[in-house]
């Protein structure tokens, strides 16, 4: 209970930080303001999608169906935060591109990425029989975990984007308003805390 209030009180002063903290962006003025949403909901899905290929390697090391259930868990969350990446990029897109999809490498990418882990939950639905559920998931979560660092980081660098790349000074340190730094440093910890507490709620049945 402590900690569902503590983690309330702590999004809302997030919430309240990006709007009247933040500073405007040069070149885009008050949309930046999707971004502290964006960035960190793409953050906890690619840490979602890792966990669920760390707890499918320790399934198959113990067999234990806790470590298959958090694998599941895991990666229905990383979907679900995987979706609203997607769809606060979409968004950002049409406020700025002018249209929701543009066909940009990254999109195409991460849309790939959301049938990769669509097509996980469809195998799990598929088999009838536990262990046997349990291990094809397994293996499956592993090879999707592996691709997905190709799929968001790797790929997209080899094609020209929309997408706008970390700011980078020539020290190698990112070059960002202090204030705009701090705020989303704090809205990934309070969306990374959000993503725990759903993880271990309750167990994914399916």
């Not at 543009?102 to 799990?124: C, E, M, S």
């Not at 009838?128 to 660092?149: N, T």
């Not at 790797?154 to 970390?166: A, K």
Request: contains cysteine.
């Amino acid at each position: 209970m402590f900690f569902d209030t503590s983690l309330t009180a702590l999004t809302l002063a997030v919430i309240w930080a990006v709007f009247y903290l933040v500073p405007p962006a040069q070149g885009l003025g008050d949309l930046v303001r999707i971004a502290f949403f964006h960035i960190p909901t793409a953050w906890v899905s690619v840490l979602a999608f890792v966990l669920s290929a760390w707890w499918s390697i320790l399934y198959l090391k113990t067999r234990k169906i806790e470590a298959d259930a958090l694998s599941c868990r895991s990666a229905a969350l990383g979907l679900i935060f995987c979706l609203l990446a997607t769809i606060s990029g979409a968004v950002f897109a049409k406020l700025t591109w002018g249209a929701y999809w543009n066909w940009d490498p990254r999109q195409i990418t991460i849309f790939i990425l959301l049938l990769v882990y669509g097509a996980y939950f469809a195998l799990r639905s598929a088999i009838a029989e536990p262990p046997v559920r349990a291990r094809l998931s397994a293996v499956y979560a592993l090879f999707a975990g592996a691709a997905m660092p190709f799929l968001i980081f790797v790929i997209p660098r080899y094609y020209s984007s929309l997408h706008p790349e970390p700011v980078i000074n020539a020290s190698g340190h990112i070059d960002m308003d202090p204030v705009m730094l701090a705020v989303l440093l704090a809205a990934s910890a309070v969306m990374t805390l959000i993503y725990l507490r759903l993880l271990f709620r309750r167990r994914c049945s399916a």
